[in-house]
């Protein structure tokens, strides 16, 4: 290509005119049109959706501050308790969950609050939709009639969401346990503990008692006082009842005669 170039200069200054000849070489000097290429078409990775699992009852622990156990209380473990700020009979569901669900049911029956677990392995509950407290003095009567071995049954305590709240529970084997739900995770703030308190056979009737002043909560069975607990995750929230098979059979359990007091400064 260079020595065309320097053919036509040659020919043009000798003075010589060469018409067709001097268009094939110019046209050979021009420089070659740029090549554009066709976009290259590009597929974004498709993005995954995370969606949070309730964990009921898991067997790894929060990475939430631990609770305090409180070792020893003073002389009155039940101070200020004052007036009722609540008194549910079950006379009427108005303000229970209630129904026919897949795992079993719950039912309102005379004067009783009746859940009825059919599945295996399954866990079913039901909240009163209002009101809501934080300082309070609760009782309410738990009584199995078909329950064995790590069978439970129990309150929930300021109850907020699927995934936040706390749950008193009794097994069908002398046991009892305070678990704190936050978030989904489950933690177990007070474990598995055997309790002359709790009925180890099934029919069979409990009078269950909850004192909760701000962070502080304590726990009583049939009048008598099982553990205290210090926790401030949850500050306030609803009341609850539960039910949960541990194995194959089924669980039923009916709660009755709610009384929800104050707690006197």
């Keep these: 290509m260079l020595i065309l170039c320097k053919t036509v ?19 050979a000097c021009l420089p070659a049109p740029a090549v554009t290429l066709p976009p290259t078409e590009t597929t974004a990775a498709p993005t995954r959706t995370h969606t949070p699992t309730v964990i009921w009852f898991p067997t ?3 990475p939430n501050p631990p ?36 795992k079993g049911s719950v039912a309102l029956g005379v004067d009783e609050l009746t859940l009825a677990l059919v599945q295996p ?3 079913i509950f039901s ?5 809501t407290f934080d300082d309070f003095y609760l009782e309410i009567t738990a ?38 739900i936050v978030g989904g995770s489950a933690l177990s703030t007070q474990p598995w503990m055997p309790s002359t308190s709790v009925p180890s056979a099934a029919p069979s009737i409990s009078r269950l008692g909850v004192w909760v002043v701000g962070q502080e909560m304590r726990f009583f069975i049939n009048n008598e006082f099982q553990f ?3 926790d401030r995750m949850l500050a306030r929230g609803m009341i609850g009842v539960f039910a949960r098979s541990a194995g194959e059979t089924a669980v039923t359990v009916s709660f009755s005669d709610l009384v929800v007091r104050a707690i006197q400064p």
């Design 127 to 131: 909240f009163r939709n209002q009101p």
């Design 9 to 27: 200069s040659r020919v043009q200054n000798k003075g010589f005119v060469i018409l067709p000849l001097l268009l094939i070489l110019l046209t």
């Design 228 to 230: 205290a607990i210090s």
């Design 143 to 180: 009584s199995p009639s078909l329950c064995t071995g790590l069978d439970e049954y129990g309150l929930l305590l300021k109850y907020n969401s699927p995934s936040d709240f706390y749950r008193f529970s009794l097994s069908c084997n002398g046991q009892t346990r305070l678990d704190r």
């Design 60 to 62: 790894t622990d929060t």
């Design 121 to 123: 392995k399954g866990y």
């Design 67 to 102: 609770p305090t156990v409180i070792p020893s209380l003073t002389p009155e473990i039940r101070p200020g308790v004052g007036e009722i700020l609540l008194a549910d009979d079950f006379s009427t569901a108005e303000s229970w969950l209630v129904g026919e669900m897949p």
